[in-house]
């Protein structure tokens, strides 16, 4: 009895191409989960930017929230000429696409949505700035 050749082969290249389907769906899966940024697991660890805004003093180049983990955040300030400097350590809070940022000591309390990869706050004085993630 002759064996045939093919039938190696088309094994093969059945273990490919579903080797392959397998490795694409785990990509599909895991980055839907990453851009979800109304979950605090998915923010923390990530940085956000606002770079420019008519609320800004004149000074200033722009402004960063640094999410250190689930609950803490940071507000830092990159003024002309200057180093980034850390302004404030505060929390935040997330339900749906709703955050609320409490700033700690100065007990200014930040409003706004997340949609995407874009963070609209209203910060003072009914100013909207809007944060991009980095």
Not at 6 to 33: D, E, G, H, Q, Y
Not at 118 to 130: H, K, Y
């Amino acid at each position: 009895m002759r064996k045939s050749i093919l039938n190696p082969i088309r094994s093969i290249s059945t273990i490919k191409l579903v080797a392959f389907f397998i490795v694409m769906l785990f990509v599909v899966l895991s980055c839907s989960r990453d851009d979800d940024f109304t979950n605090p697991k998915n923010l923390s660890g990530t940085t956000w930017k606002c770079l420019s805004n008519t609320g800004f003093a004149i000074d200033i180049e722009y402004a960063l929230l640094k999410f250190n983990s689930t609950t803490i955040v940071e507000g830092w300030t990159k003024y002309k000429d200057k180093n980034e400097q850390k302004d404030w350590t505060g929390s935040f809070t997330i339900s749906d696409k709703n955050i609320t940022i409490d700033t700690g000591d100065d007990k200014e309390t930040f409003t706004g949505t997340i949609n995407g990869t874009e963070m609209n706050l209203t910060i003072t004085d009914n100013v909207a700035f809007v944060f991009v993630k980095q």
